[in-house]
């Protein structure tokens, strides 16, 4: 029996508008009697289980959280077995301790290629039957991702409930999910997860392997399915609405001269951290993946510049297409900024280094200008020195093409550096030697250029005020209507 039932089962159809939530990872199900079967293998699929079952969970907009109950609440800690094909368990290991799980053990298989039918060999399969058997875990975890065909098979085989990366991934998503936009997001990911697993559901339906289904059962679930794709559709509709307010401030912040700059990186990088050393705010900071899903806008200070920076949500290997489709409208805001700062974490490897750089590059050319990213070593006071410099000639090697800086938030080592780099980004082109009179509108007048300009200096004479400004292009006309220019020059 596939699992898109037991996991798309909550909340039943027709209820709380026919919201589709991702159940977390839980408790170790009991088998059932008459098959041997996991009890949430063989729930109906509309929330009905045979078996007793669980009872559905409130939709997040009635119990005032999100897809697990209420707002930043996780599943509980629950023991994993963590099978993989590669030896290089880092990145998953961190997804699930993130999530608050514990590894009780690791089986690497080496080979190629998954196997098209159990992900493992048969061989490894019984390996890991056996293990379960003398040290029974919660959930089996396989680093990478599963067919819905295996997913069955698996499950079927081993008895216990079966994860891939993606299916970890999405949980750490639900459980860091906050804004309304956040949400959505994560919802869309979930649905897009779970259709195939539907549909091979239906496959089974209709050859006849219907375990745990009550007469019509087949009927039902197709008018589930229907569900969802319409629930996609809504959420699709929302997130447009959402895109085309962000796209909406976009352009009134650049028509009204501000400055775009956009923290990048992959998770777990100090983007948070950095944000809140550069706008002197106190944005939640968390040791763990994806403490940001959502971006988070704030104003550069320390500068009479209009800059904004931007927060967003770390950039992650290997997902698939429908997955990055889900998080676009946050990730546009990198792609639309006029500076990206590329956060590269200084305590990974050296080889870790220079596969991020050179995938974060895959990720933004040729939306963003190469000369548009600033490459940076983040937390730089837990390395030597030396270990700084051969990082940071790693980051010149790359593709872009502005000079690599380090720092450290914590020692607040860099940071003077960082923010002298990005006001010299967004000089002004044109520098203006005006005269205005010193009569009752001066004063406004003066403070206008103080907003939408860098204002150099300022001579009182008599009855007029001689005025060296910076600005814009799009400025100049406006200045001119303010007083006399008696030179203008290009700082180009």
């Known amino acids: 029996m596939g699992r898109a039932a037991h996991r798309l ?23 059932s009697r008459a098959s041997g079967t996991p009890e949430r293998l063989v729930r109906h699929p509309l929330g009905e289980a045979s078996t007793g079952g669980f009872p559905g969970r409130p939709h997040p907009s009635v119990s005032g959280g999100n897809a697990y109950g209420r707002p930043g609440s996780c599943a509980a800690p629950v023991d994993v077995l963590l099978v993989s094909l590669d030896p290089d368990v880092v990145e998953v290991s961190a997804l699930l301790a993130s999530a608050g799980h514990r590894i009780q053990g690791t ?25 379960l058997a003398a040290d029974p875990v919660d959930v089996v975890v ?11 098979l698996l499950e079927r085989e081993l008895h216990v409930e079966c994860y891939d990366r993606l299916r970890v991934l999405l949980e750490l998503f639900a459980q860091r999910a906050s804004s ?33 289904f009550m007469a019509g059962g087949e009927q039902r679930v197709d008018a589930y399915y229907e569900t969802v794709k319409r629930r996609i559709k809504r959420i699709r509709d929302e997130l447009e609405s959402i895109r085309r307010e962000r796209e909406a401030r976009r352009t ?19 983007k948070t951290s950095l944000l809140n050393a550069l706008a002197d705010e106190r944005l939640l900071v968390e040791d763990r993946m994806f403490s940001t899903l959502s971006t988070a806008t704030r104003s550069l200070t320390g500068t009479r510049k209009r800059i904004l920076l931007t927060d967003t949500i770390g950039f992650v290997d290997g997902v698939p297409f429908w997955m990055a489709e889900a998080f676009q409208a946050t990730l546009e805001e990198i792609l639309h900024a006029d500076l990206v700062l590329l956060l590269v974490d200084a305590t990974d490897p050296d080889t870790e280094i220079r596969r991020k750089v050179r995938l974060a590059a895959r990720t933004l050319f040729p939306n963003v200008p190469s000369d548009s990213v600033i490459p940076i070593l983040t937390k730089a006071d837990l390395r030597t020195p030396e270990a700084i410099v051969a990082q940071t000639e790693i980051l010149a090697e790359s593709e872009f093409h502005r000079p690599p ?5 914590r020692g607040g080592r ?10 010299r980004t967004f000089a002004f082109p044109l520098e203006l030697h005006l005269v205005l009179p010193e009569d009752a509108e001066a004063p406004s007048k003066l403070n206008w250029l103080y907003e939408h300009a860098e204002v150099v200096s300022v001579v009182h004479g008599p009855d007029r005020m001689e005025i060296v400004a910076r600005c814009r292009l799009d400025d100049r006309e406006r200045i001119e209507r303010l007083g006399r220019v008696l030179l203008s020059r290009s700082l180009a």
């Open 107 to 131: 089986l690497v298989q080496r080979r190629p290629r998954p196997d098209p039918r159990t992900f493992v060999g048969r061989g490894k399969l019984d390996e890991i039957r056996d293990r």
């Open 414 to 423: 860099g940071l003077t550096e960082l923010r002298e780099v990005i006001e």
């Open 9 to 31: 089962a909550d909340p039943p159809l027709g209820r709380h508008g026919g919201r589709i939530v991702l159940r977390p990872i839980g408790p170790r199900p009991r088998r």
């Open 405 to 409: 800086l380090s720092l450290s938030v």
């Open 142 to 152: 396989f680093n990478g991702e599963l067919r819905p065909t295996m997913h069955h």
């Open 180 to 212: 309304r936009e956040g949400k959505l997001q994560v919802e869309l990911a979930l649905l897009h997860y779970e259709v195939p697993l539907l549909r091979e559901w239906i496959h089974e339906a209709d050859i006849g392997e219907r375990p745990g």
């Open 252 to 270: 009134l912040r650049k028509e009204r001269g501000y400055h775009l700059v956009a923290l990048a990186g992959y998770a777990n990088a100090g």
